[in-house]
């Protein structure tokens, strides 16, 4: 009766164990195409970066670490940060489209990349509106004295120049990434389209 009741156990367990393999080899697969979206992601990263810098090379004629001091003194680490996240999640978002077969999934992460362009549209905006409102709270604090105008008029300038040039790179920014979404999106449906007419035929 004992070895019954053993061999039943014995069974159970191995019924309940038997799933694991397969649990195991999802998560193993699911892990791989993380990983894998994550390699595209940063490769589509930095050569986009690549890219921006010799662009920017060869209209300025200034140096990589030139341009590098002048988007520091300009930009602030504060919105070259965010903006990198923001278009790092874009180039994630575009990554994991591309790779989906299931429509459902491609369009939540249309949507996802949407949502990361528009808020690089956001945050262009939100730095314009910033140094502008910077601008007029420095001017509004100082003195204008035939002494100071020059140093108020300076001083201006540098947060103008943050509120123009934040909105200068994050729209255009934002437009490419949204199309490089859409546009994306629309050949992975006519490929899916393709795909459903040659089965019917």
């Not at 038997?18 to 990263?45: C, D, H, I, M």
């Not at 939540?108 to 528009?118: D, F, R, S, Y």
């Not at 007029?136 to 105008?149: C, H, K, M, Y």
């Not at 934040?166 to 437009?175: C, E, K, Q, R, Y």
């Given at each position: 009766?004992?070895?019954?009741?053993?061999?039943?156990?014995?069974?159970?367990?191995?019924?309940?164990?038997?799933?694991?393999?397969?649990?195991?080899?999802?998560?193993?697969?699911?892990?791989?195409?993380?990983?894998?979206?994550?390699?595209?992601?940063?490769?589509?990263?930095?050569?986009?970066?690549?890219?921006?810098?010799?662009?920017?090379?060869a209209?300025?004629?200034?140096?990589?670490?030139?341009?590098?001091?002048?988007?520091?003194?300009?930009?602030?680490?504060?919105?070259?940060?965010?903006?990198?996240?923001?278009?790092a999640?874009?180039?994630?978002?575009?990554?994991?489209m591309?790779?989906?077969?299931?429509?459902?999934?491609?369009?939540?992460?249309?949507?996802?990349?949407?949502?990361?362009?528009?808020?690089?549209?956001?945050?262009?905006?939100?730095?314009?509106?910033?140094?502008?409102?910077?601008?007029?709270?420095?001017?509004?604090?100082?003195?204008?004295?035939?002494?100071?105008?020059?140093?108020?008029?300076?001083?201006?300038?540098?947060?103008?120049?943050?509120?123009?040039?934040?909105?200068?790179?994050?729209?255009?920014?934002?437009?490419?990434?949204?199309?490089?979404?859409?546009?994306?999106?629309?050949?992975?449906?006519?490929?899916?389209?393709?795909?459903?007419l040659?089965?019917?035929?």
């Amino acid at each position: 009766m004992s070895d019954m009741s053993l061999t039943q156990d014995t069974v159970e367990a191995e019924i309940v164990e038997a799933p694991q393999p397969k649990k195991s080899a999802e998560a193993l697969n699911k892990l791989r195409f993380v990983a894998g979206n994550l390699s595209r992601t940063v490769s589509y990263f930095l050569g986009l970066t690549v890219l921006v810098l010799g662009g920017a090379v060869a209209i300025t004629k200034t140096s990589v670490t030139e341009i590098a001091s002048w988007a520091e003194s300009i930009l602030g680490y504060g919105f070259i940060g965010l903006l990198a996240i923001l278009i790092a999640g874009s180039l994630f978002s575009l990554a994991n489209m591309t790779r989906q077969k299931n429509m459902a999934n491609c369009n939540l992460w249309l949507e996802t990349g949407l949502h990361m362009a528009g808020g690089i549209t956001t945050l262009a905006l939100t730095f314009t509106l910033l140094g502008i409102s910077l601008g007029i709270g420095g001017l509004s604090e100082q003195a204008l004295t035939p002494e100071t105008v020059q140093d108020v008029i300076r001083s201006l300038t540098a947060q103008f120049s943050l509120a123009f040039m934040t909105t200068v790179i994050g729209l255009p920014t934002a437009a490419l990434l949204r199309g490089a979404l859409l546009i994306s999106h629309a050949h992975i449906m006519t490929k899916n389209s393709e795909a459903i007419l040659e089965n019917q035929a």
